[in-house]
């Protein structure tokens, strides 16, 4: 909880004089006085300006970052309604044009590093030359504007070319990270008819080869949009291309070279897709719009994680996770940044800190759940004089404890600047989090975002300061979705974020517990939802169901994902077994194996329990909130109206263990 206002806050760091003045959100802030008039002496005053005065505030950011485009920008927002409004419907622009005009071409862009590699650096006259060989090969295979490019790669080099290339064609962006099972990502591609695949052989994590041929062949079987199938060598380079379809390898893809061009979309032109994590039905096709995220991500890259010219950023993320998006968000600054392929700890925890020292990374983002590993596995990451660039590290994925807070500080030293996000997926943003000008509260997220209208809301849609609250969002941002791919009505999209409160104007209701605090601080209490949240990567509980429930033995599931003091989580997984089966080690083994092989290594639960039958409502949802905040230690009577259940008998197993848990037995 956050501090009362009548007793002290502890503060961990305050920037000094000179770290303001330097920062990119200082000169944002005297670029306002000088060029708008508008006057804001705090960060509070301005963020309260930048929710009230929506279009003066992205019309600051417009021409406060010089976007390139064609057309008028006077026309910022078309109506303040949600779903629906439209943000400077006058313009055309290009997200990759953005990222790679005008850049000095000897400066180090990325940095490429992983497990068995030691770190590359890749200037942006290499960059410049991969994605104009790179979008060639597109072109060559017919993809245009509006075509769907679907990639099935790690956080390599490759796919950012691809991503880039794809982009800067006016063609629309996938990607699923190559540890997804082919059942899963292939929920997710078929919805977008891709018409050509990007996919790696196969992939090195935690010291071991893992080969996902087989799984790229299922998935080029099961996508019969496919023209053109890429793979990238990773693994077995110069291997045959069987069972691929129209195959080539990404090298000779890339083999040609013609001059890079940039085709200039609508603002809401679609950028990419990304996935909701599949709570309800198949994961739903979220699509980003051009302008909607290089707006986000100029604001945020510069004046929330103040990237710097000398800066280098890595943010330990999969493909899969919308903070890769994010990452490659970095390059619309003067930074460079840091693509890491491996896992984080292998051989062990502080191996990823030597990443950080490895790479001369200067701002280190990585979970939540990370950090709390790191301290409880007393991992002393500047023990050996290393990390002296290190002058930033943020944290995300879930809430950050107040002792991780004290770790940080106490291993990392006190001039380090300790930022905590949150966001989503939905707005491939975080609308709390860092601000680099303000001082560091133990145990909370700094401020709101600028541009994001945030508030905690109780069940009576009212605003509420000091206590938890849903998070919703009072008015548009621009990184909003443009739609739900295929959903032809918006009724899908409607549904998802603004059914939840019956109010005139409507309001985006998040999923998250979210507590403001009278001093302005926020901290996030996890999810409101039934969304599945394992290591920063959001997850629904369909797609587990789908799976678990092809297994012969089990008929019926419930799964809920909690939350431990630690900032980490624990999935536990409830399964109704047929006739004759018992829940031995043989059948958890292939559960384990079968959510591994369909879903991703993610989904395997930390325990597995039997019960009789999952408890529902009459009209047979399953309870998964209700039982989740049963487990967390939630009053039964103010949780669940029993007699709204089909069976309040199948309720009871649950009321058990939540007693049990309660009285200390723990998890």
Not at 27 to 34: E, G, I, Y
Not at 452 to 477: C, F, H, K, S
Request: charged share 25%; hydrophobic share 40%; glycine share 10%.
């Amino acid at each position: 909880m956050l501090n009362p206002p009548d007793q002290p806050r502890a503060v961990l760091w305050t920037p000094s004089a000179p770290w303001i003045a330097a920062s990119a959100l200082t000169r944002f802030q005297d670029w306002l006085a000088a060029e708008r008039g508008v006057h804001c002496p705090d960060y509070d005053t301005l963020w309260r300006w930048s929710v009230e005065d929506i279009e003066g505030f992205w019309k600051a950011i417009w021409d406060h970052f010089e976007v390139r485009a064609d057309g008028d920008p006077t026309t910022v927002l078309d109506g303040r309604t949600m779903p629906g409004a439209r943000w400077f419907p006058g313009v055309a622009l290009n997200y990759a044009e953005h990222i790679l005009a005008g850049r000095d071409p000897e400066r180090v862009a990325i940095v490429c590093a992983s497990e068995s590699r030691p770190p590359v650096d890749v200037t942006w006259a290499e960059l410049h030359d991969r994605v104009a060989r790179a979008r060639a090969g597109l072109v060559a295979a017919g993809v245009g504007r509006g075509d769907r490019v679907a990639a099935y790669l790690p956080n390599t080099i490759e796919a950012v070319v691809a991503l880039l290339a794809t982009t800067s064609l006016g063609a629309i962006w996938s990607v699923v990270a190559p540890e997804t099972g082919a059942a899963s990502a292939l929920d997710r591609f078929r919805q977008i008819d891709p018409t050509v695949l990007i996919a790696v052989d196969g992939y090195r994590y935690g010291g071991r080869e893992v080969d996902r041929l087989d799984t790229v062949r299922r998935m080029v079987d099961g996508l019969p949009t496919l023209d053109r199938v890429v793979l990238v060598e990773h693994l077995r380079p110069g291997g045959p291309l069987a069972g691929l379809g129209p195959a080539v390898t990404w090298d000779d893809f890339c083999r040609e070279r013609a001059p890079l061009s940039f085709a200039r979309v609508p603002f809401d032109h679609p950028l990419w897709i990304l996935y909701s994590s599949g709570t309800t039905g198949v994961p739903k096709p979220i699509v980003h719009g051009h302008g909607g995220i290089v707006l986000e991500h100029l604001k945020k890259l510069h004046l929330h994680v103040d990237a710097r010219p000398d800066d280098r950023v890595l943010w330990f993320t999969s493909t899969g996770w919308m903070m890769w998006n994010f990452l490659v968000g970095g390059l619309l600054t003067d930074a460079a940044i840091v693509l890491y392929d491996g896992s984080p700890r292998h051989p062990d925890t502080a191996a990823m800190w030597d990443v950080v020292e490895a790479t001369r990374t200067t701002c280190f983002g990585t979970s939540a759940g990370f950090l709390a590993a790191s301290r409880a596995e007393g991992v002393r990451p500047r023990a050996h004089g290393g990390l002296a660039r290190l002058r930033a590290v943020g944290s995300t994925g879930s809430p950050l404890t107040p002792e991780v807070f004290d770790w940080v500080y106490e291993e990392l030293g006190p001039d380090l600047w300790l930022f905590s996000s949150s966001g989503g997926t939905d707005v491939c943003t975080s609308f709390l989090g860092g601000v680099p000008t303000l001082p560091v509260v133990r145990g909370e997220l700094q401020r709101r975002s600028l541009g994001a209208p945030v508030a905690a809301w109780d069940e009576d849609a009212r605003p509420v300061i000091g206590e938890r609250g849903e998070l919703v969002l009072t008015a548009p941002m621009p990184s909003m979705p443009v739609k739900f791919w295929g959903d032809v009505d918006g009724t899908r999209y409607h549904d998802a974020y603004f059914a939840h409160y019956a109010v005139d104007p409507p309001v985006w209701r998040h999923g998250d517990w979210l507590e403001v605090g009278p001093h302005g601080g926020v901290v996030v209490h996890g999810r409101s939802d039934a969304t599945i949240n394992r290591g920063g990567i959001r997850m629904g509980t369909s797609e587990l169901y789908r799976s678990v429930l092809t297994l012969d033995p089990v008929v019926d599931a419930l799964a809920v994902d909690l939350a431990d003091p630690d900032g980490t989580s624990r999935l536990e997984l409830f399964v109704v077994l047929a006739p004759g089966h018992e829940l031995d080690e043989d059948l958890c083994r292939a559960i384990a194996a079968q959510l591994r092989a369909d879903c991703s290594p993610r989904h395997v639960p930390d325990a597995v329990h039997r019960i009789d039958a999952v408890p529902r409502t009459r009209t047979g949802k399953p309870l998964e909130v209700p039982v989740k905040r049963l487990l967390m230690g939630a009053d039964p009577g103010r949780v669940v109206d029993r007699a709204a259940l089909a069976d309040p008998g199948a309720l009871e197993p649950f009321l058990r263990l939540a007693e049990e848990r309660a009285g200390g037995n723990g998890r």
